[in-house]
């Protein structure tokens, strides 16, 4: 059975010369698309964010457009500007920016100015200790070639994680999902941070299952692989 709203598994040449993969792909829908260990309307933003950093704009839009009416709010919806500007810079971030004006045009454009903010001496160093455990080599090399890169690492990790509308848990796995995406072995990093912002292993489970419409059954052999890391 097609998926209602995907284009894909209403193909009818796909529905007659591939019904297995089909039915396949209707049961990975089916587990987006239904509440579980993570909300449905979190799960299609996460599916539209995987889009969005693949450069599917119009599965994107039909994603971000399908977590609205499941009750995706705006400022959650928001929320992956920022992620995906820590994550994935500054172009994945204005094209989601882009498709977010177009499912939430009542949003508008904010006018706020740059907030100062402070960074203390070590505090960025104590950030990267408490999160990670030990010192990555790649920030103990920032830290100590260009201190102010890794106030500015702190920083914009720190927004992202705990500074949206998201849970914790949800910026995590939001992570999670475009990292599979791009096959990233980075994805275990983000799963380990889902499970300490209490994500069961279900939910990191469904973020991976999120990457397969926009990167294929890849996505969840990298993200299996990298569960078990």
């Not at 998926?3 to 039915?23: E, F, H, I, Q, S």
């Not at 995906?84 to 172009?91: F, K, Q």
């Amino acid at each position: 059975m097609a998926v209602p709203g995907n284009p894909l598994t209403a193909l009818g040449r796909l529905r007659r010369d591939a019904p297995m993969t089909v039915a396949g792909l209707s049961r990975w829908r089916a587990i987006i698309d239904s509440d579980g260990a993570v909300p449905a309307r979190i799960k299609r933003l996460f599916v539209a964010c995987a889009a969005t950093v693949k450069g599917y704009e119009e599965m994107a839009e039909r994603e971000l457009a399908a977590a609205r009416d499941l009750g995706l709010s705006e400022d959650e919806a928001g929320s992956a500007i920022a992620i995906l500007a820590s994550c994935r810079g500054e172009g994945a971030s204005q094209r989601f920016n882009r498709l977010f004006q177009a499912v939430y045009p009542e949003a508008g454009e904010i006018e706020a100015d740059e907030s100062e903010i402070a960074v203390g001496d070590g505090e960025a160093a104590a950030n990267f200790l408490k999160y990670f455990g030990t010192m990555p080599p790649s920030l103990g090399k920032l830290l100590e070639l260009r201190p102010l890169g890794a106030d500015a690492y702190y920083l914009m990790r720190e927004g992202t994680l705990a500074g949206t509308a998201l849970q914790p848990a949800h910026a995590e796995l939001l992570l999670v999902t475009v990292l599979v995406a791009d096959y990233s072995n980075w994805a275990a990093v983000h799963m380990n941070g889902a499970r300490k912002a209490g994500a069961s292993e279900e939910a990191v489970a469904e973020a991976v299952i999120c990457a397969v419409p926009a990167a294929g059954l890849s996505a969840w052999v990298i993200g299996a692989t990298a569960m078990d890391g």
